[in-house]
């Protein structure tokens, strides 16, 4: 069976979150007002301390091999937080290994395992949030990043990492994604995936599950799923609807 066909799709289908009430995504909302949220700025800045390349430096392709066989267990804090904001700079990579099953694997595990601290989770947000919206020579980097910040959307949902306004912030960027999509390639089978519209629905569906958007912006995200859900140029053929 082919790679494209057995893979687990990360998304929720398009259609799936189209059908979602909007007064219940309005409800949902409503039930967690008094959430406390922490504060701050989101930057609009990748953070200077952290050095480019991919693998990052001191860093191989065999010891992130080696971390990855071993459930990404990294016991050295310090290294892991680090390590974490370099493998941004994977997120590009033409090589779906370095992209998608070591950067990406990476970052998943340790944001959903909660093995980043709030700083560093925060931290990660910061550098992939202009991503979304930065040249993308390499046409691999900004649906990645949507994949992240799709996971520190879900960490600031389980236990706020963001403020009200820098929250708002990322609904902005997210529905400025998913309507500027326009590449529509799923899976190949030499580069791997790209897969933004689902990418991108990963992301607006974590931020439409945080109870403490109002309408508006629940009508932010709702529009711009409808903007993708029956594109005139395209037949979806890879799991999105």
């Known amino acids: 069976m082919p790679d494209h066909v057995r893979r ?10 189209l059908t979602v009430p909007r007064m219940a995504w309005l409800l949902v909302a409503l039930i967690a007002a008094l959430i406390p949220s922490l504060s701050g700025a989101v930057t609009a800045a990748v953070a200077p301390a952290v050095a480019q390349g991919c693998p990052p430096a001191a860093t191989s392709r065999a010891e992130l091999r080696a971390l990855a066989a071993d ?23 033409p090589d779906p ?5 070591l950067a990406l ?17 925060r931290a990660l947000g910061e ?8 040249p993308d020579p390499s046409e ?12 520190v959307a879900r960490a600031d949902r389980l236990r706020p990492l963001w403020s009200p306004a820098e929250r708002q912030a990322v609904v902005d960027a997210a529905t400025r994604f998913e309507r500027g999509v326009q590449d529509y390639r799923g899976f190949d089978p030499v580069q ?9 629905a990963d992301l607006l569906m974590q931020l439409a599950l945080k109870p403490a958007l109002d309408r508006s912006a629940l009508d932010l995200l709702l529009d711009a799923v409808a903007s993708q859900a029956t594109p005139s140029t ?3 053929v890879f799991g999105e609807g």
């Open 127 to 134: 550098q992939v949030l202009p991503l979304l919206a930065a």
């Open 97 to 101: 290994e370095l992209r998608d099953e």
């Open 140 to 151: 691999f980097r900004a649906p990645f990043a949507v994949l992240v910040l799709a996971e």
């Open 234 to 236: 395209h037949f979806y």
């Open 8 to 17: 687990p799709l990360r998304c929720r289908p398009l259609v799936a979150l």
């Open 105 to 121: 694997g990476a970052l998943t595990a340790w944001m959903r395992g909660g093995a980043l601290s709030v700083a560093t989770a």
């Open 192 to 200: 791997g995936w790209r897969h933004a519209v689902a990418h991108g």
């Open 71 to 93: 459930g990404w267990r990294l016991p050295d804090e310090a290294r892991r937080h680090t390590l974490a904001l370099a493998l941004v700079h994977c997120l590009g990579e």
